[in-house]
């Protein structure tokens, strides 16, 4: 049997349902990095080329690793008792990041803003449930990988930033 442990109820008890609560707050955290992932890949880096600014996007092959991780893992969740809502809202921005360069602009532009509104609609549901906090150790794994993909993914566009400076008389 799996005990499950609350560290924090900001506003109360919440639900009285330790697994929807956890589950909940599992779906506040990795929805929020998922969104982090695709806004990284579709801001990208714009670099100057002579007159003519050129958007850079990196695809890179282990952050889509992490993407697909993370829809499989919110996916599992949505199927859970008391996500029905949720689950009939269109939450997955992306099949894949590995073929998204064309639609990187409709993300900025538009896009960004429904699923970013879908985000807050989930941490609104995790405040009236109390914001309940979990300890997440078996998923830390995962969500510190991803983090630090991330970070690798960021400082590769503040490398090419740093290169394509150097050349450039101030």
């Known amino acids: ?4 442990t609350v560290i924090e109820g900001r506003f109360g008890k919440g639900s009285g349902n330790d697994s929807f609560s956890r589950s909940l707050y599992l779906l506040v955290r990795y929805y929020a990095r998922l969104l982090d992932i ?5 801001f990208g880096f714009t670099l100057q080329a002579g007159k003519d600014r050129v958007k850079v996007i990196i695809l890179d092959a282990d952050l889509n690793v992490d993407y697909l991780r993370l829809c499989h893992q919110i996916d599992g969740l949505l199927k859970q008792d ?3 809502e949720i689950r009939k809202a269109h939450w997955r921005p992306f099949a894949n990041l590995l073929t998204l360069e064309d639609d990187a ?3 900025v532009d538009k896009d960004r803003k429904a699923y970013k509104d879908l985000y807050s609609a989930i941490r609104e549901l995790h405040i009236r449930d109390g914001e309940q906090v979990f300890d997440l150790a078996e998923e830390q794994d995962l969500l510190e990988e991803i983090d630090e993909d991330l970070e690798r993914y960021r400082q590769r566009f503040l490398d090419m930033k740093d290169h394509s400076c150097k050349g450039q008389r101030p």
Do not use: H, I, L, S
């Open 1 to 4: 049997m799996t005990t499950t």
């Open 38 to 42: 695709v806004d990284a890949f579709c």
């Open 82 to 84: 008391g996500f029905e």
């Open 105 to 107: 602009d409709g993300w």
